[in-house]
């Protein structure tokens, strides 16, 4: 089992940035994979970036170079620095844990980014 809680989020202005943090507990030694996903009003959940074990990441192509995710070496924390951002980055944002073949999510944090 592992739990996980995000913070960091509010509300930004157009531009703007924002970190985001995702605090792992339990059995994190077994972690593979941790990502983030995204969910905006009425559309369904889509994923934003993702790091492996090894620290290899990923991204959608709608945030590369603005977006960063990044963890501590015992995957307690994972973060998603957030710059440039944009209207269409206002979502509920979660941060998931692959244990193979589980999968666990946390309970979310809003972002808006509104003038």
């Known amino acids: 089992q592992v739990q996980l809680v995000e913070s960091g989020g509010g509300l930004v202005q157009p531009g703007g940035s924002v970190r985001l943090s995702c605090a792992a507990s339990g059995n994190i030694a077994g972690i593979n994979t941790m990502a983030w996903f995204r969910q905006a009003p009425g559309k369904p959940r889509e994923w934003v970036a993702s790091?492996?074990?090894?620290?290899?990441?990923a991204y959608f192509d709608s945030v590369k170079g603005r977006f960063t995710i990044s963890r501590d070496n015992t995957w307690n924390t994972m973060y998603l620095q957030m710059n440039s951002l944009k209207p269409e980055d206002t979502a509920v944002y979660y941060c998931?844990?692959?244990?193979?073949?589980?999968?666990?999510w946390g309970q979310g944090t809003q972002v808006t980014v509104s003038s």
């Open positions: 790091i492996t074990r090894s620290h290899t990441t």
């Open positions: 998931r844990a692959t244990l193979t073949p589980y999968v666990y």
